[in-house]
């Protein structure tokens, strides 16, 4: 195992298919809601197609090259597969982020979030390269590491660079006039009582329809927009039938 620190750049030569796993300690802050995603850009920098967006509403990467875990293991609270043969050409730069979400509202900063690492694991499980990020202060944003092309060879590097605004700003920077960013509420609401009455032969028959609409990338035009907004988990449905 190799230990990098920030601003080192290492090649990932004979390395093409690994997991990233992220791991920190929330234990005196359990109620942050921390998120990991990825960023495939082109050779001008830029995301410029919403499925090469990887996060919470969409987990595969158009190419298949990046997987984001909806399950965390064991070992790690964020674990992101990487196929670096399935990328394609037009990729040159892979950015994996990690954020508060809604941190700036909530003042929820990594300052108080300790011991953040990533851990490039290989097919044999074993641990190949190991980054611990410096202790942070207001930041609600990070940009964990990047994976880049360089003269044809992978090679990865340790940013750990912070921000003090949420994803949608990282998007704004790293977006392109192809792909905008939304916030609009998208709120599913617990429903605790609903009624379905059984209607008379001679009524007029009404149909009753529960909308569990589930948030995706959603295309309007020429010009993508990705919704960052989260459901709710509908933690019960109560229903009473009447007849």
């Given amino acids: 195992m190799v230990n990098i620190i920030k601003g080192q750049k290492v090649s990932l030569e004979g390395l093409k298919t690994f997991n990233l796993g992220i791991n920190w300690n929330q234990a005196s802050y359990p109620d942050y809601d921390i998120d990991a995603s990825i960023l495939l850009l082109s050779e001008n920098g830029k995301l410029e197609e919403e499925e090469n967006f990887i996060f919470y509403n969409h987990h595969i990467s158009k190419c298949s090259s990046v997987i984001l875990s909806t399950n965390s293991s064991n070992a790690y609270k964020k674990n992101i597969e990487v196929n670096l043969d399935k990328t394609p050409d037009d990729i040159s730069r892979l950015i994996f982020v990690l954020t508060i979400d809604n941190g700036d509202t909530l003042n929820q900063r990594f300052g108080n979030i300790e011991n953040i690492q990533v851990d490039l694991v290989d097919n044999q499980n074993s641990t190949f390269y190991q980054y611990f ?17 360089n003269k044809g060879e992978w090679k990865l590097q340790a940013t750990g660079n912070g921000f003090n605004a949420g994803l949608d700003k990282i998007l704004e920077q790293y977006g392109s006039d192809k792909v905008n960013v939304t916030e609009e509420s998208a709120t599913i609401h617990p429903i605790q009582n609903i009624e379905i009455k059984k209607e008379s032969e001679d009524s007029t028959s009404k149909e009753s329809t529960i909308n569990l609409t589930k948030i995706t990338l959603e295309k309007k035009g020429d010009v993508v927009k990705i919704n960052l907004s989260k459901a709710k988990k509908i933690e019960e449905i109560h229903l009473k039938l009447l007849w």
């Fill in 133 to 149: 990020l410096a202790p942070l202060s207001n930041e609600t944003a990070l940009i964990l590491m990047e994976i880049y092309r």
